[in-house]
């Protein structure tokens, strides 16, 4: 038995790896199929069949920040900016609500035009369509978490995207690494579910921080983890990098799969993006959440974190047929729950 195979035993039977083991898994592309089957036996296991459907809705693409690898960011003259209304939001997740999703993703820059006022009305009005509301909206203080926790947000999305603080200083200007890991805590002590993520192929980044990484979000045992690859934006300074590694991304989400079983883990669509069917995939490979858009027309061509998003020209009605049935053709079920995470006895 190769060392590889004896480390994907152990972390599919102990849910632990230590940061060489979690290395050896990453480097090696030869043990991927095997450790994608481990994740999905371990998926099963932990999280069931059901695939969660979760609406997203992109609400504004004005942001505050300037970070390298996002088409979104401050400096980009290149995007359309758009921002829609309090009405129109709602109407979108009410639309998510005829689809039948029991979640909505709601998800902007970082735009400053959405005070706490602001989104607390658009959060008291979603709430009362029974809704799970996840948060996708950067740094705010405590204060304003708060006041967003008790006004109905169940969950909160923020990427740290690298956990390595020089990394972040680089491809993140003016931003704080400290500042982020406060957010999280602040986050996490609020009571929210929690998810953050890595996104794959920064320049720079080795094997040794994306094995930090995994061992940070099991530490903080992350509710949800979003991990995609980079996915260059020519409108951006990473415009001439190359694309994040399709499959060591797989091998990322497969490993986390197996040291946090019980978690969520979306199909991110930029594995779509880069290998078409990419969801499916990675449905196979230890995830379980996927993120249709609710957006439509402009709007959803405009939120452009990156070229040639998969899905981009679709219908929020297609979106909603076509992954139902990619899902009933691996043999998989739309989840009628709202998705929280169920903490099982590891």
């Not at 689809?99 to 709430?127: C, H, M, N, W």
């Not at 204060?143 to 947000?153: Q, T």
């Not at 390595?164 to 957010?183: F, K």
């Not at 978690?263 to 230890?286: Q, V, W, Y």
Request: proline share 4%.
């Amino acid at each position: 038995m190769a060392e590889w195979q004896e480390i994907i035993e152990k972390g599919k039977s102990s849910h632990k790896l230590t940061h060489e083991e979690i290395c050896c898994l990453l480097a090696e592309p030869a043990c991927e199929e095997e450790l994608a089957r481990a994740a999905d036996e371990v998926r099963h296991a932990y999280v069931g069949d059901g695939v969660h459907l979760r609406g997203l809705i992109e609400f504004s693409n004005y942001c505050r920040q300037n970070c390298a690898y996002c088409g979104l960011r401050r400096d980009n003259k290149n995007i359309k900016r758009y921002r829609l209304s309090a009405a129109e939001i709602v109407a979108l997740a009410r639309q998510a609500q005829a689809y039948g999703y029991k979640t909505v993703v709601l998800q902007s820059g970082e735009d400053e035009y959405f005070t706490l006022p602001r989104l607390r009305a658009i959060l008291l009005s979603i709430k009362e369509l029974d809704l799970a509301v996840t948060l996708s909206i950067g740094e705010r203080s405590y204060a304003e978490y708060k006041a967003l926790r008790e006004a109905g947000a169940d969950r909160f999305l923020l990427r740290i995207e690298t956990t390595d603080a020089e990394l972040y200083a680089r491809h993140d200007p003016g931003m704080s690494h400290e500042r982020r890991l406060r957010c999280l805590q602040d986050l996490k002590t609020l009571g929210y579910e929690v998810g953050t993520g890595t996104l794959v192929g920064l320049p720079g980044q080795t094997i040794d921080m994306l094995a930090r990484d995994i061992l940070f979000y099991q530490q903080i045992d992350a509710d949800m983890l979003g991990i995609g690859p980079l996915v260059p934006n020519p409108h951006t300074p990473l415009g001439d990098a190359a694309p994040g590694d399709w499959h060591l991304t797989r091998r990322f989400v497969a490993i986390l799969r197996l040291l946090l079983p019980d978690s969520n883990i979306p199909a991110t669509t930029a594995m779509d993006t880069l290998k078409p069917g990419g969801r499916d995939i990675m449905l196979r490979s230890g995830a379980n959440v996927v993120m249709p858009n609710v957006t439509s027309g402009e709007a959803r061509r405009n939120y452009a974190l990156y070229p040639g998003k998969a899905c981009v020209n679709d219908t929020p009605e297609h979106c909603r047929s076509c992954m139902s049935a990619r899902i009933a053709a691996m043999g998989r079920f739309v989840a009628e729950d709202k998705g929280f995470r169920q903490r099982r006895k590891i």
